[in-house]
């Protein structure tokens, strides 16, 4: 059955890091277009970060640049996004989304995808 299970949220300071993962089942990581998303309270889901599984560098909204990593493993059949040098404005509900695809999209948009986690809270406080 398709399925993606995000887990690794939780609280942490600011400077602190965290890292999600995105177990997917049912389907493989081959061909591709994973992401992730947050979305704040009061605020619109934003697209945080992609990766095409097969191939080609990936991608990531300019707030996160140089803090943030997303890789996958596929052998465990995961994604993860690791996250460092955690700021106040990073926190909000994370979910992982999967689409068969043979690019991901630029910019990211929610309509794209049509598999999504049930989303991890990630806080980050002072």
């Known amino acids: 059955q398709l399925q993606l299970v995000e887990s690794g949220g939780g609280s942490v300071q600011d400077g602190g890091s965290l890292r999600l993962s995105c177990s997917v089942s049912?389907?493989?990581?081959?061909?591709?277009?994973m992401a992730w998303f947050r979305q704040a309270p009061g605020k619109e889901r934003e697209g945080v970060a992609s990766?095409?599984?097969?191939?080609?560098?990936?991608s990531y909204v300019d707030s996160v640049k140089g803090r943030f990593t997303i890789t996958q493993d596929d052998a465990a059949n995961t994604v993860y996004l690791q996250m460092h040098n955690l700021k106040r404005e990073d926190t909000a509900i994370y979910y992982c989304?999967?689409?068969?695809?043979?690019?991901?999209?630029?910019?990211?948009?929610?309509?794209?995808?049509?598999?999504w986690g049930q989303g991890t809270q990630v806080t980050v406080s002072s």
């Open positions: 989304a999967a689409e068969s695809a043979s690019k991901c999209p630029d910019p990211l948009r929610r309509k794209f995808f049509g598999f």
């Open positions: 049912g389907f493989d990581l081959r061909a591709k277009c």
């Open positions: 990766i095409y599984t097969t191939g080609g560098s990936p």
